[in-house]
């Protein structure tokens, strides 16, 4: 006898548990065989759900040595590398909103995904260095400038291309020390669910990258006005103007990167400092006897 092809349920992603979301909405995306998947429609309760989960990680996350955050941003490239195969026969099934996705495109989009996670683990122990700073200043003090985590971060990813647009924004994010909050490719949410998968398995605390799916129309506007998120980062263009706005309310950053070519521009260390703020620390001088000069 035949058998039925046990097919795969796309749930939302929070504090490293795969809840369905709790509005029990879904909404269906067709694939480019006329498949038919239904995605969770996510609801703004899962979003402040997802926000206590960041805002609980952060603390934990953010104080992590810059070596462990980057052998685990290296752990998820290895884990990719693993599903290699998988990612591009979705990348090929669910295609674009302007046609379909050939073998080659997909292992292109797989193979820059991976290696964007290798780029920014690199840069976890080592971005201090290049952009911190010891200040000239007139007293007998050192002065010295360094980055430290904004806090919790959401993102609104881009459409296209949907693993890697995500794998580009989310790194760089988390390689910093921040938590975040992501919303995936409407049109094309299924690498982003897969990704979530290889989250759970590559040592990443949960929290610390919770991922949903839905309509931008519905959950744009709380994204940004959400009042205990400290920055978000807008990938698209049609709710760019009202995010921007809404960063007012308790003077959050707003980060545009919407016109982004994720293959030529991610490979990027500046993108770290993006969610970074400055911290600068005033240390008076002491001369040999142990006193402090200039007193």
């Not at 920055?231 to 309310?249: S, W």
């Amino acid at each position: 006898m035949s058998r039925l092809e046990v097919l795969k349920t796309y749930k939302i992603y929070i504090g490293g548990a795969f809840p369905r979301t709790e509005s029990g909405r879904f909404y269906p995306v067709t694939l480019k065989n006329g498949t038919v998947t239904n995605i969770c429609l996510s609801s703004r309760k899962d979003l402040r759900n997802a926000v206590v989960a960041a805002r609980n990680a952060f603390e934990g996350w953010s104080s992590r040595t810059a070596f462990n955050r980057s052998q685990i941003l290296y752990r998820i490239a290895e884990m990719l590398e693993g599903r290699k195969a998988q990612f591009v026969e979705e990348l090929m099934a669910v295609g674009t909103s302007t046609g379909s996705v050939t073998e080659a495109a997909a292992a292109q989009e797989v193979e820059a995904s991976i290696d964007r996670c290798v780029y920014f683990a690199g840069w976890c122990d080592k971005y201090t260095q290049v952009f911190g700073s010891v200040n000239p200043v007139a007293s007998s003090h050192f002065n010295f400038s360094t980055q430290e985590p904004t806090g919790v971060v959401t993102i609104i990813a881009p459409e296209s291309p949907s693993l890697l647009g995500l794998v580009s924004c989310v790194m760089p994010v988390i390689a910093g020390g921040n938590t975040c909050v992501v919303l995936a490719s409407e049109n094309s949410p299924h690498v982003a669910v897969t990704f979530a998968e290889v989250l759970n398995s590559s040592d990443v605390p949960g929290g610390v990258i919770n991922i949903l799916t839905g309509k931008e129309d519905e959950l744009a506007d709380q994204f940004s006005s959400h009042m205990d998120v400290n920055a978000t980062i807008y990938c698209r263009q049609k709710y760019l103007k009202k995010t921007k706005e809404n960063g007012a309310l308790n003077v959050k950053r707003i980060i545009d990167w919407s016109g982004k070519d994720w293959y030529k521009e991610g490979d990027d260390p500046y993108l770290l400092l993006a969610t970074q703020e400055v911290k600068t620390t005033w240390h008076p001088i002491e001369n040999i006897a142990g006193t402090k000069s200039g007193y």
